[in-house]
Nanobody
Framework: QVQLVESGGGLVQPGGSLRLSCAPS????????WGWYRQAPGKQRELVAA???????NYLDSVKGRFTISRDNAKNTVYLQMNSLKPEDTAVYYC???????????WGQGTQVTVSS
């Protein structure tokens, strides 16, 4: 089946930046929303940022002003630009894409982001 593939994670110092990318392994259509989720050790998965088909975005309060979600429709790719990273941003980040009614719902394998000095 189609799976999303993330890239761009890694180890970064506090205050640094990373850009995550996500693209499907195959063709997908009718995308309603892209989302970036994260799960830190011992915590539940949380929605970090999302962008809807019309361009509306929403963010977790703790990342507002630091993270930006964007998409390139031509490349069918979504990005998460992460600036001013903090240790509490450390988590596995997952990409998600779905249609409006979850008939199609795709996930990536996750990419580790570690913010540490």
């Amino acid at each position: 089946q189609v799976q999303l593939v993330e890239s761009g994670g890694g180890l970064v110092q506090p205050g640094g930046s990373l850009r995550l990318s996500c693209a499907p392994s195959g063709s997908i259509f009718g995308i309603y929303a892209w989302g970036w989720y994260r799960q830190a050790p011992g915590k539940q998965r949380e929605l970090v940022a999302a962008i809807r088909s019309g361009g509306l975005t929403n963010y977790l309060d703790s990342v507002k002003g630091r993270f930006t979600i964007s998409r390139d429709n031509a490349k069918n790719t979504v990005y998460l630009q992460m600036n001013s990273l903090k240790p509490e941003d450390t988590a596995v980040y997952y990409c998600n894409s779905r249609d409006a009614h979850y008939v199609s719902n795709y996930w990536g394998q996750g990419t580790q982001v570690t913010v540490s000095s």
